[in-house]
């Protein structure tokens, strides 16, 4: 078991170097520079700058130098919040990015998962045709459609609830106040909980129809130890193989609800960064969350490992 | 054989027994799904409707009319303060006076164009990968396969949203960049099953029958491979055209003065409250869209690869 | 459609009675009545043996009886078990008797024990739902059956998981798990199908040894009539979902009354008779196929380190045998045997790493691609799986038509589709279904296919690798028959490779014993099967069944112990003479020789083995 996690260790480095190396080429392909825009400076003040920022040295010369900043944990300077490094900035944002995401990843697996398993429990019934229904309309509707009209209902027109008047704010951040993240985090885990209903649907199905689910009746178990314990962990294997994918689709969903929400987290960061071409905001945090999503394959190969014994020995 | 023979053989082929073959059985699953059958009903509708857009409405989808700022269609439930269009403005007009229908159609037909061009690209892109995976030894295949999980790691819209600035949104750009998302799923997809058909009896059958590779590969790998691909391509597009509404939305997809239901809904939702019919109908007819693809695809599904449901 | 052979006798509150039981399907292409109006019982601490052929619903009439029917399936009638009506009982109740009262044991082991759990806890599981006992008990009442089915080292195996089991082991771990509440019945559904015959032949000795010592009923169903006369004390014949027979078991095989069960008796191959009438041997023809050494293997990491040492899986390990026009070579042994890739090196679809493959005196290594296009023309194989072995998306006409196309250029259309319904014809296929797919046949008919697209070349060796033994025992009965008839017709010589030695005792002139990929005893037919020299021939022959009670009653214990060892490991082809060797698993062998024991018979070294006749076989002329 512990030479499974270091060979998967090992193999976390060669990945993160080619995504650092395609993101700075890229970067840099970019025609224009990111002082173009604003209004011609003096030739010297010019020079002044490209030197304080590395950018006079040959292209190679540059890489290397990011690379060694890289490894200590400097994603270097903002070129455009001139006060602010990346690093600065990224860890401003991301406790809310963070708060966020994590929430809405929990409401995702743990409504995705019951609905799911529910679904395919009663196959075919009215109950497994409406988890259906709604997680295919929980994946075609965009979030920026679901965001506006959610904001209507619940911000602008308030609804009533048994008895009680509910009014959420439409945005904002307000230090992180629940109201505030109840909406935002709705929008983010809505497509996500589809995906994760109909993922293990699917292979609940699948393990319900095998040959030791078979055998678990033919002991005599009662259904609910038999899906708790028998069905469960295998149907949740494929779960776990997406869990790199899906948090991929939370961090894209987040762009937009980071906007339309006027939250200050690292996707608006990164918008921001990528209009006005900041080389080294964009770079940082396209490398943030690729870091973080290759960390995540990891757990997640690691709690498949886990869930299924046939893959420890190998 | 004589001559003789091949008039038996003429006679015996009026009585032989026509063969049931998989593919009519996959098509008599498809048509008993009535999930599928709505699904191509609309998708038909859709497309000839985009197709047809100038002859359906008399208004350009470019001219702009001051006189008309967000108004409702004649037919919309409400009370008397709010603006009506008039004439054949049948879904109202937008915040420069421009005729919501003609733009909806028009969006179609850009919204389902990047839909099957770039899952066009990731096709090519996934089917060629996938299946040179799947051939070449195993230890070119691994590598292969390493650099595949690699991308994946990538959070592919950063990476798009990238392009599209660096290259100034350029327009052909965005139906490769977008059909670049879909294509590692498809490589992965495609190699599996070209392994999986390659360990088969019958290809080893047709080695021994003295068939050679590339024949081997055309007769019996293909139509065998064809089904999970095509299946994966039709619920492909609806994330392409998900992911084209996404980039217009944040104003990095499709620009002025073309249109598409992307463009539409995140105008539409700006003005969700005074226009709702701004947001309504281009949504309607992207959810519809979406829906009749991936009921399809479904469909498709479980017609090629049946398990008891 | 009940037809039996005598009234039975119902004694008073029969354990298990089925009356009337009526199963029937659900599909989208129409009903399937699976199981019709049954009738059977079952008394106390008796076996019942369930015979029947694929589609005979044996298995669904008693999947149906407690209540494990898939979801599309619909049951009605009666089953009884002391009494209580339990055909339609709620879950609850259903609950309390599976697994109590009723323990049931499936065919492939592997897919049915929950993989990601510990052997130990669904043993444990299996007892503390129906009785109240505290976990330390439950384990040591599991370990001390697990040490009953005779599983060796039971307290280690209790934390292992079902993949790091033999296929013997996971269903002795099985059969425990089944009884491990002392069930009054056992239900056993193919429980050894999926196994080699000497291990097949422990596992009966552990049934009966249950049977005896804890008194329970055993149901036994089996499509294998061999199987079940050693330990059934009463027999059901089943066919189209109807009990054809039922009676004693000496009734049924000494005396059977329908039709059905007298082709089924007659159709099997048994081990114990002679062939009949066979052909007279051509006078010492030459051979034409000489295989000499022969040596193939496959690289396997056992481990997934990227760059780790390869081990090399030696899957054939010195094998020679010589093969002559019209004559029959039956090749034996049991699984890892290298009886299957030894078909695929002589036919040219794997290469070998050593030896020489002589064919009509030309050497197999040194020929180009246009040679290995004649040879294709000459050498022609059939597989195991009928359906398996067939393009599914082409019809049968343009399968048997294939090796045409490639191998016979210069045909036209209309001449090899004459050349198809000829061959059609010949193999007892309707010319007329030339459109059909394969999913549209039954398995028989596919595997005549497969033997279509072999001989529509006119080969001049046909090697059958386990062709029939994916059939049920009448179609396999015919399906040898055409087999026999084509070669001498077509004075074919024929390879037959197969683990039921029932079988190649019916076909084969000369019979290679494979053991872990080097023979161990060869000789003719005759020789071997009535005069077999090395222990592990001995064995195998004793492990085979035959349909006879009184003989199968009378067996002996079983002479092997234990599963087959692995194959990587090289001690285990030296198990019968070690003597020789060394106790390091990755070392050179000694390489056992092959020494001449009567004119023609060969036998392997082995410990206590009597002093060979002079002269050894030939070994390979190295050039």
Known sequence: MTSFVFRRLLGVIPTLLVIVTLSFFLMRLAPGGPFDTQRRLPPEIQRNIAAAYDLNKPLYQQYFIYLDRLVHFDLGPSYRTKDFTVSELIAEGLPVSARLGLGAMAIALVFGISLGTLAALRQNSAADYSVMSFAMLGITIPSFVTAPVLMLVFGVWGVKFLGHDISLPVGGWNNGAVANLVLPIAVLALPETAIVARLVRGSMVEVLRSNYIRTARAKGLPEHLIVLRHALPPALLPLVSYLGPAFATLLTGSLVVERIFAIPGVGRYFIEGAINRDYTLVLGVVIFYATFIILLNLVADLLYAALDPRVRYR | ?309 | ?623
């Open chain 2, 1 to 309: 054989m004589t001559g003789g023979a091949s008039a038996d053989t003429a006679l015996d082929r009026a009585f032989d027994v026509p063969g049931r073959s998989l593919w009519a059985d996959a098509r008599r699953r498809l048509v008993g799904n009535k999930a599928a059958v709505i699904g191509m009903a609309v998708l038909a509708c859709v497309t000839l409707t985009a197709i047809l857009a100038p002859l359906l409405s008399p208004y350009p989808y470019d001219a702009t009319d001051y006189g008309l700022i967000s108004c409702a269609p004649d037919w919309w439930p409400g009370s008397g303060a709010m603006c009506r269009a008039g004439g054949e403005h049948w879904f109202g007009t937008d915040a420069v006076g421009r005729d919501l229908f003609v733009r909806v159609l028009y969006g179609a037909r850009v919204s389902l164009a990047v839909g099957l061009v770039a899952s066009l690209v990731s096709l090519i892109l996934g089917v060629g990968y996938g299946a040179l995976a799947g051939f070449v030894g195993p230890r070119l295949d691994e590598l292969m396969m390493r650099f595949v999980d690699v991308l994946y790691s990538l959070p592919y819209i950063f990476l798009v949203i990238v392009l599209m600035v660096i290259f100034n949104r350029n327009f052909y750009l965005m139906f490769v960049a977008i059909g670049a998302v879909e294509w590692l799923t498809m490589a992965r997809i495609v190699r599996g099953e070209t392994l999986s058909i390659r360990q088969k009896e019958f290809i080893e059958a047709a080695r021994a029958a003295g068939v050679g590779p590339f024949s081997t590969i055309l007769r019996h790998i293909v139509p065998n491979v064809v089904s999970p691909v095509v299946v994966y391509v039709t619920l492909t597009v609806p994330n392409v055209i998900l992911a084209e509404s996404f980039l217009s939305f944040l104003g990095l997809g499709i620009q002025e003065p073309l249109t598409s239901w992307g463009v539409l809904i995140s105008q539409g939702a700006d003005q969700m409250e005074s226009a709702p019919w701004l947001l309504m109908f281009p949504t309607l007819f992207m959810a519809a869209t979406l829906f009749s693809f991936n009921f399809i695809g479904d469909g498709l599904r479980d017609a090629l690869d049946p398990k008891d449901r």
């Open chain 3, 1 to 623: 459609m009940a037809h039996t052979s005598e009234r039975d006798r119902l004694s008073p509150a029969p354990l298990f009675q089925v009356r009337g039981l009526d199963v029937r399907f659900a599909t989208p292409d129409g009903e399937i009545h699976a199981v019709r109006n049954a009738w059977l019982d079952v008394k106390e601490s008796e076996c019942l043996g369930i015979v029947g052929e694929s589609g005979s619903g044996k298995s669904q009439l008693f999947l149906a009886s407690i209540g494990l029917l898939a979801a599309n399936g619909r049951a009605a009638g009666s089953v009884r078990i002391r009494g209580e009506e339990i055909l339609g009982a709620p879950e609850r109740v259903l609950n309390r008797l599976r697994g109590s009262k009723i323990g049931m044991v499936f065919q492939d082991p592997l897919t049915s024990l929950t993989p990601h759990m510990m052997i130990g806890t669904q043993l444990v599981e299996a007892l503390r739902t129906h009785q109240h006992v505290s976990e330390t008990e439950a384990r040591r009442r599991s370990i001390e059956l697990l040490e009953l089915v005779r599983i060796p080292d039971s307290r280690r195996r209790m934390r292992q998981y079902p993949h790091e089991l033999s296929g013997g082991m996971r269903q002795r771990a099985m059969i425990a798990m089944a009884v491990l509440c002392a069930p009054d019945i056992l239900i056993a559904d193919e429980p050894t199908t999926a196994l080699d015959v000497t291990v097949q032949a422990q596992l009966f000795e552990i049934l009966r040894d249950l049977k005896r010592e804890l008194k329970t009923s055993i149901i036994l169903i089996s499509h294998d009539m061999s199987i079940i006369a050693g330990l059934a004390d009463r027999v059901a014949i089943m066919r189209d979902g109807c009990v054809v027979e039922t009676g004693p078991t000496d009734g049924i095989y000494y005396r059977p009354q329908h039709p059905y069960t007298k082709s089924l008796l007659q159709a099997v191959p048994r081990i114990d008779r002679e062939p009949g009438a066979r052909k007279p041997r051509a006078v010492s023809a030459p051979p034409i196929l000489e295989v000499k050494d022969l040596e193939v293997g496959f690289p396997v990491s056992p481990d997934s380190y990227p760059f780790s040492r390869r081990k090399s899986l030696r899957a054939v390990d010195g094998v020679s045998f010589e093969v002559s026009e019209g004559e029959t070579l039956g090749i034996v042994g049991e699984s890892g045997c290298g009886k299957s890739t030894l078909a695929r090196a002589v036919s040219q679809l794997l290469p070998a790493r050593g030896g020489c493959i002589v064919w009509r005196g030309q050497d197999l290594a040194r020929i180009g691609n246009n040679d290995i296009r004649k040879l294709r023309n000459e050498i022609q194989i059939v597989f195991q799986d009928p359906l398996a072995s067939l393009d599914p998306r082409r019809t049968v006409g343009q399968s048997i038509a294939e090796p045409l196309f490639s191998l016979a250029r210069g045909l036209s259309h209309s001449e090899i589709e004459g050349r198809v319904r000829e061959t059609m014809a010949r193999v007892g296929l309707e010319p007329a279904w030339i459109n059909r797919y394969p999913h549209e046949f039954s398995g028989g008919q596919n595997q005549r296919v497969g033997i279509a697209r072999a001989i529509i070349v006119r080969p001049r060796l046909l090697i059958c690798d386990e062709a029939v033994s994916a059939l049920d025992v009448s179609i396999q009965a015919q399906v040898i028959d055409l087999i026999l008839s084509l070669q001498s017709e077509l004075r074919i010589a024929l390879i037959f490779i197969s683990h039921d030695l029932s079988v190649v005792r019916r076909v084969a002139d000369r019979v290679l014993v494979l053991y872990l990929g080097r023979v161990v005893e060869s000789g003719d037919a005759d020789a071997i099967y009535r005069d077999p020299r090395h222990p592990y021939t001995r064995a195998l022959l004793d492990a085979v069944p035959v349909p006879d009670p009184d003989a199968e009653r009378a067996r002996p214990r079983a002479l092997l112990n234990g599963d087959l060892p692995s194959a990587l490991d090289t001690r285990a082809s030296l198990a019968f003479l070690k003597s020789r060797m060394i106790d390091d698993s990755d070392a050179q062998q000694y390489r056992p020789r092959l020494l001449k024991v009567a004119p023609g018979h060969f036998v392997a070294e082995f410990d206590g083995m009597s002093e060979p006749l002079a002269g050894s076989q030939a070994t390979c002329a190295v050039a």
